[in-house]
């Protein structure tokens, strides 16, 4: 079974800071990761995803995220922290089974200080 | 393009009453899933279809009936509701094509009160 850990319910930068949201996970065979990001009343929107090609991987508006495997770990950044990027974001993990169902963590909201 | 159509967005139920929140999706995906998105909790999968005629509990099924008789709809009933049930539900999809790398596609949201 997978299970996805989002560490921080709350994170608050100052605008053009580093924005660091922490995701670790729990899978017994290797697995797809992805970011999602849900602004207010709204559905989710896919920020990005790793499917065991490159651990670096970059997604839409600057953000990027890099798998550790020895970690666990898939940790979401982006160097420098826009007014609309405050949002929440979700972490997921799933199998490279295509019956795999896809698992959700807790989410972290962003905030983002002038 | 629709991509994936959840109805209704808002319902006011009482207890005890019954309910089918509907989705459909019009990308031919073969992955359907319904979640319900509470503060503090993430989004929990309750059901989930890897294609027709096939349905998988998720985290949190109890309450909960879904069947896909269809590729296009998925919906999710609620027999006898209760004021646990209050959430959002998102519905969401995904095209399999042989492997588990696509994204999900969401609903905009069911705004659901039970009372």
């Known amino acids: 079974a997978q299970s996805v850990t989002q560490l921080g319910s709350h994170v608050s930068v100052s605008e053009g800071a580093l924005v660091l949201l922490r995701c670790n996970y729990s899978?017994?065979?290797?697995?797809?990761l992805f970011w999602y990001v849900q602004y207010p009343n709204q559905g989710l929107q896919l920020l990005l995803k790793y499917t065991s090609a490159a651990t670096l991987v970059k997604g839409i508006n600057g953000f990027e995220a890099e798998f550790k495997k020895s970690e666990t770990s898939f940790h979401l950044t982006k160097p420098s922290a826009h007014m609309s990027d405050a949002a929440e974001y979700f972490c997921a993990v799933t199998t490279y089974s295509s019956a795999s169902k896809i698992i959700f963590g807790s989410g972290t909201r962003l905030s983002i200080r002038p | 393009n629709a991509g994936v159509t959840q109805t209704p967005k808002f319902q006011v139920l009482k207890t005890g009453q019954s309910m089918t929140l509907q989705c459909a999706q019009d990308?031919?995906?073969?992955?359907m899933s319904w979640y319900r998105q509470d503060p503090g909790m993430g989004l929990r999968l309750i059901h989930y279809?890897?294609?027709?005629?096939?349905?998988d509990q998720g985290e949190v099924p109890n309450g909960y009936n879904v069947s896909r008789s269809t590729t296009e709809d998925f919906p999710l009933r609620l027999l006898s509701a209760a004021p646990s049930q209050t959430s959002v539900y998102f519905c969401?999809?995904?095209?399999?094509?042989?492997?588990?790398?696509?994204?999900?596609?969401f609903g905009e949201g069911s705004r659901l009160t039970v009372l």
């Open positions: 990308m031919n995906h073969e992955y």
């Open positions: 899978s017994s065979v290797p697995p797809y």
């Open positions: 969401a999809s995904r095209g399999t094509s042989g492997s588990n790398t696509g994204e999900l596609f």
């Open positions: 279809s890897v294609g027709a005629g096939i349905t």
